[in-house]
């Protein structure tokens, strides 16, 4: 069964500190990893990886994907209190055009 | 340029009423995506339609629960006889084309709470 897995669950830092959140999947077949933000409302877009070792970047912001050992890293530098939302790891398997969503990783910045 | 318009934003409803959920996609986009967010889980597909064709339901309840686009108005989800185990964040993407180029559209969603 396909499966998007992410960690930490849940994740308290303060503002400024450098936050890494983790994304492992197995799907049988694979065509790209995404990346959304969700605040309160809707899940906005952040990355598609599609390639291994092609650090994406926007900002403070940063991902890169490993297609060898299957998984991605999203980076949060200079962490800010508008960063904290949780953040949706998603793998679109070129199958049935279903993209599998993870449980997200709930990022809380103090100030 | 509006995007993705849900409604209701909240609904409330008792057990065994129906509930009916809308979604206008963004203006040029054909194809619509259903997903449920049950608290501290993340998105699970429902379905997948095109103007007037249901592509993919795989993710869909095999009872109660049926999805539409017509040909004209907005997308609908409609859950007939509602169990408390229903409530849930409903979202709704669209996407310019039939395979995503991973820029799926969200909107707000749809909170369904079930007395």
């Known amino acids: 069964e396909d499966k998007v897995v992410q960690s930490p669950l849940s994740l308290v830092v303060h503002e400024g500190d450098t936050v890494t959140l983790n994304c492992s999947y197995e799907?049988?077949?694979?065509?790209?990893l995404l990346w959304y933000k969700q605040e309160k409302k809707a899940p906005t877009f952040l990355f598609m990886l599609?390639?291994?070792?092609i650090e994406k970047k926007s900002g403070r912001l940063s991902s890169i994907l490993d297609k060898k050992e299957l998984f991605s890293i999203l980076n949060i530098t200079a962490t800010q209190t508008g960063d904290s939302a949780v953040y949706l790891c998603?793998?679109?398997?070129?199958?049935?055009?279903?993209?599998?969503f993870g449980k997200g990783t709930r990022l809380h910045i103090l100030p | 340029n509006a995007g993705v318009m849900q409604n209701p934003r909240h609904l409330v409803r008792r057990r065994g009423q129906e509930a009916r959920l809308r979604c206008s996609p963004m203006?040029?986009?054909?194809?619509v995506y259903w997903y449920r967010q049950l608290p501290e889980e993340g998105l699970k597909f429902m379905v997948y339609?095109?103007?007037?064709?249901?592509?993919?339901e795989s993710g869909m309840p095999k009872e109660r629960f049926s999805a539409e686009f017509p040909k004209e108005g907005p997308s609908i989800l409609r859950i007939q006889q509602v169990v408390r185990g229903d409530s849930a964040a409903y979202f709704c993407?669209?996407?310019?084309?039939?395979?995503?180029?991973?820029?799926?559209?969200f909107g707000e969603g749809s909170r369904l709470t079930v007395l």
């Open positions: 993407a669209s996407s310019p084309t039939g395979y995503p180029t991973g820029e799926l559209f």
């Open positions: 799907v049988t077949n694979f065509r790209s």
């Open positions: 599609t390639s291994s070792g």
């Open positions: 998603a793998v679109d398997p070129n199958r049935d055009d279903k993209i599998i």
């Open positions: 203006k040029g986009h054909s194809h």
């Open positions: 339609l095109q103007k007037e064709n249901i592509i993919d």
